[in-house]
């Protein structure tokens, strides 16, 4: 990485800050249209999301309003911008008083790091770095976040140690131990994805919160256990991993709410406050960024280095723009539309994809299924899973061609409870839909015989199998229609199940759904039919295009 940060049209940013200095309204909207996004990449990351980001955020441009006369040298300028919003993060944490960290406050945190891994859909080590950023203490991430711009090429090393106020010399020394503690936090979170049986222990009066006591606990257990030592495969430094995540996520009701009313009438006419650049403050940062799009459950600023002032209008995004990129609503099977339905002339059909499974209530079990699409079949076959099931961690399924398939589940809360890791679509080529579900009850339901809320999940005597949250709930055989190639990848981890795969047709799916109950057992029930006969069909939660090393990490509600 070169030293110092070359700027093809700096000349063109000088003479806009020497502009705005001096009161031009038109120089003054195009600095803060240029540069809001940097302001909030900084904040947003050495903050980790937390909910006062909008409110540093509004600080650091107002008092980078209120002070650009005093600017001596334009070259200095981003430097000098990223050091107010550092002062403005370190001023937010000293008037937080330590009574405001308790454990509300801490759920009122929006957790920068959840939130990039589901909405930019990271994998691997990428996933991984993203959530050691919340094992650092508060010093640390915040020069992560300027470290992170640096290896973006947004800021030159000068102006990381000017931000932080030290040498380029003593900077170096900062980002190296900086560096060594992201990667002990980064062996912490590969070792709490598959912990072994000292560290479940260990964690088990663990509150879930990472924080430096815990982070030094667990690095010890780590450095003295084999196991959770063992990095199963090449580790790729932070460094190559950190240019692909160079987002930060921006909330979609994300606004500035400036008071200009309390300003003084020097500062405001030595600023040259404009309508324009009032509105560019106060609308949501997508609004003024050409780098702005919309990703799955909110919006996020994509940091292009501004080497030239932005146009001076900006250019909505098109609705074909929009519509592919917005996320999905989930929509149960039941309001999915019927075969016989047309789409509304005003409305476009949905998409392949748009509609992923979502949580349901369990039907009652006299309730008889609606009736089952026949979709075409040309044959599907199975490759890869062992004979006796997919019973542990790893092992994998591959479904090619077109027809019918089924997954039979078996939960073994008597051999190991607690929390189930998902099993995974991976490498979807084609279309994947969930048609039906049967087998005569829900994974939920209790089995004959059983007493005290014993359910197919476990029980008071053994344990119960959690699902993740926002998981859909399996019933004992899960039917699927496949059109291509996928992969379906067994994540065992804490609790313990199995999963036996079947091609079918479609008269075998549609005589299990709809085989009566056995009166005499009110636990068993009719099926269930998902299939709309259209895409409107659910996709599973779990599928992706992608083949991520590690199957695990693919997002829930994924769309395809």
């Known amino acids: 990485m070169t030293e110092e940060r070359i700027d093809v049209d700096g000349r063109e940013w000088r003479d806009t800050i020497a502009a705005a200095q001096v009161g031009d309204r038109q120089a003054l909207d195009a600095l803060v249209a240029g540069w809001l996004p940097l302001v909030y990449n900084v904040v947003g990351r050495a903050l980790n999301g937390h909910v006062d980001v909008d409110d540093v955020v509004q600080e650091t441009m107002l008092r980078a309003v209120d002070n650009l006369g ?24 000293r008037r937080r008083q330590p009574a405001r960290l308790d ?149 979609v009701g994300f606004t500035l709410s400036l008071a200009f009313g309390g300003k003084t009438a020097v500062a405001t006419t030595s600023v040259g406050w404009s309508a324009k650049a009032l509105s560019a403050l106060t609308k949501p940062a997508l609004a003024v960024t050409a780098g702005a799009a919309i990703a799955a459950g909110g919006a996020y600023v994509v940091m292009h280095r501004p080497d030239t002032p932005p146009p001076r209008a900006a250019v909505a995004p098109t609705a074909e723009t929009t519509t592919s990129r917005q996320p999905s609503k989930a929509v149960s099977p039941s309001a999915a539309v019927s075969p016989s339905s047309s789409p509304s002339p005003t409305k476009k059909a949905d998409l392949y994809g748009t509609v992923v499974d979502t949580v349901e209530s369990a039907p009652a079990a006299n309730t008889p299924p609606g009736t089952l699409p026949r979709r075409a079949e040309k044959g599907v076959t199975a490759t890869g899973q062992p004979a006796t099931g997919m019973t542990h961690r790893g092992e994998t399924v591959t479904l090619a061609g077109q027809g019918y398939f089924r997954v039979h589940w078996q939960i073994l809360p008597g051999q190991r409870p607690g929390s189930l890791a998902m099993p995974t679509w991976t490498g979807l080529k084609g279309r994947l839909f969930h048609v039906a579900s049967g087998g005569g009850h ?116 994924s769309r395809v």
């Open 442 to 557: 829900r994974m939920d339901d209790a089995p004959p015989g059983a007493t005290g809320g014993t359910t197919y999940m476990g029980g008071p005597a053994t344990g119960v199998t959690v699902l993740p949250s926002g998981a859909q709930q399996m019933w004992v055989n899960e039917y699927y229609w496949i059109d291509g190639t996928v992969t379906l990848d067994q994540n065992e981890t804490v609790a313990d199940y199995n999963l036996f795969v079947q091609t079918s047709t479609w008269d075998d799916v549609n005589n299990d759904v709809h085989k009566a109950p056995i009166r005499s057992n009110d636990w068993q029930r009719y099926g269930f039919v998902r299939d709309t006969g259209r895409d409107t069909t659910p996709v599973p939660q779990y599928v992706t295009h992608a083949t991520p090393a590690d199957p695990a990490t693919v997002p829930q509600r």
């Open 103 to 251: 454990q509300s406050s801490a759920q009122d945190a929006a957790d920068f790091a959840e939130l990039t891994v589901l909405r930019l859909q990271l994998e691997g080590q990428r996933r991984e770095v993203a959530l050691a950023v919340c094992w650092l203490d508060d010093e640390d991430r915040r020069l992560l976040s300027l470290w992170w711009l640096e290896l973006a090429g947004e800021l030159a090393r000068r102006e990381l140690a000017e931000a932080v106020g030290i040498s380029r010399q003593h900077a170096a020394v900062r980002v190296q131990r900086m560096k060594e503690r992201l990667e002990t936090s980064r062996g912490i979170v590969r070792a709490l994805d598959g912990a072994c049986a000292d560290l479940c222990k260990l964690t088990a009066r663990w509150n879930g919160r990472p924080d430096s006591v815990w982070r030094k606990r667990l690095a010890r257990h780590i450095r003295g256990c084999a196991y959770c030592s063992d990095a199963r495969e090449s580790v790729v430094p932070a460094e190559r991993l950190l240019v692909g995540i160079a987002l930060v996520p921006v909330p």
């Open 70 to 93: 005093s600017l001596r040298d334009p070259d200095r300028f981003r430097s000098w911008l990223v050091a107010i919003a550092m002062r403005q993060i370190r001023d937010r944490a």
